[in-house]
């Protein structure tokens, strides 16, 4: 690490020692903590999360900005500032430099987390779901960062889809321009966050973390810059019916819109909104997708750590 970046970068000392050893690592985001959901299922979330990867044999590094300082692992102390806090800043990568600046306090989305954990040299990260193309964007253009991450930063994101509320034809379009391989793990459909299938087909597929690991493997042996995505489908036992989501969906859309809301606030604002149409139970599948894209990580981070 250089010295330029190395006074902006704290690894937590778990973390830095599996990264000394070619141990498996996979990072976590901190965006699904201070925006994601409610405190304190928030904090119970991130905890139950870490402790299933390191019951994997993995450790978690879950990355945020306090301080000004980029932290990769949190401690119990940091993690409970985050999730209890209502005025950190949600860091995508045109955000992070600024909010370093300040010596603010930010967590990251999956763009800034990609950043931050190749910064580190981690290679796999799990999240919930990928932003991706919002619908409507041939008018407004509002596309997430997410996508043009995965096309330039050699991470593999391990993630249930890209989230429901946005177009998800549009997604897979821009990350087959740009280059991103597109996984379905144990499946030839591609997954759309609460629902199993989206209807659309999965342009890859692999039934095992091994075949994964060795497709990163090979791309960092050739040289590629960007990352990829490892689509997971949520568990059958908490899956939600697509019939009833695609209405719920539409729903909570109309109301976006006639709050105007938009821009880094559609988000989570559309996915609050879906909790409350749902009753809850989108919460809780959120949460079991979470722990299941986990789980794979762990298990890709693994098999990689032993081909390096």
């Known amino acids: 690490m250089n010295s330029k970046l190395n006074k902006h970068l704290v690894i937590a000392p778990e973390v830095a020692t599996a990264l000394a050893h070619g141990q498996a690592v996979v990072a976590l985001e901190s965006t699904i903590i201070a925006h994601g959901m409610p405190y304190p299922k928030n904090v119970e979330t991130a905890r139950e999360v870490e402790g299933i990867i390191r019951r994997e044999g993995a450790v978690p ?10 932290r990769i692992g949190l401690d119990d102390e940091s993690l409970e500032k985050l999730g209890r806090a209502d005025d950190v800043a949600k860091l995508s990568r045109r955000d992070l430099p600024m909010i370093i600046a300040q010596k603010a306090d930010g967590a990251t989305t999956v763009a800034a987390t990609m950043i931050c954990a190749a910064l580190a ?30 096309a330039k930063t050699p991470v593999a994101v391990v993630c249930a889809g890209a989230k429901s509320i946005l177009d998800l034809p549009k997604t897979l379009e821009f990350l087959e321009t740009r280059g991103v391989p597109v996984i379905g793990y144990k499946t030839k459909q591609f997954p759309a966050f609460y629902c199993r299938e989206s209807g659309l087909e999965a342009p890859l597929s692999a039934n095992n973390p091994e075949a994964i690991a060795a497709m990163i493997s090979v791309q960092n042996d050739l040289g590629y810059q960007g990352g990829a ?28 819109d006639a709050e105007g809301v938009i821009g880094k606030a559609i988000t989570p604002y559309l996915l609050g909104k ?29 098999e990689l750590s032993a081909l390096v």
């Open 61 to 70: 590094a879950t990355i945020a900005v306090l301080d000004g300082e980029i």
């Open 121 to 150: 040299g981690i290679s796999v990260f799990a999240t919930g779901g990928i932003g991706g193309v919002h619908r409507g964007a041939e008018n407004d253009f509002d596309i997430s960062a997410d996508l043009e991450e995965l």
């Open 229 to 256: 995505v490892v689509a997971n489908p949520i568990p059958e036992s908490h899956a939600m019916d697509k019939a009833e989501m695609d209405q719920v969906i539409a729903t909570a859309l109309a109301s976006a």
């Open 274 to 302: 879906i909790v409350e149409l749902t009753e809850g139970r989108s919460l809780e599948s959120n949460i079991e997708l979470v722990k299941n894209n986990a789980v794979l990580a762990a298990k890709i981070s693994k």
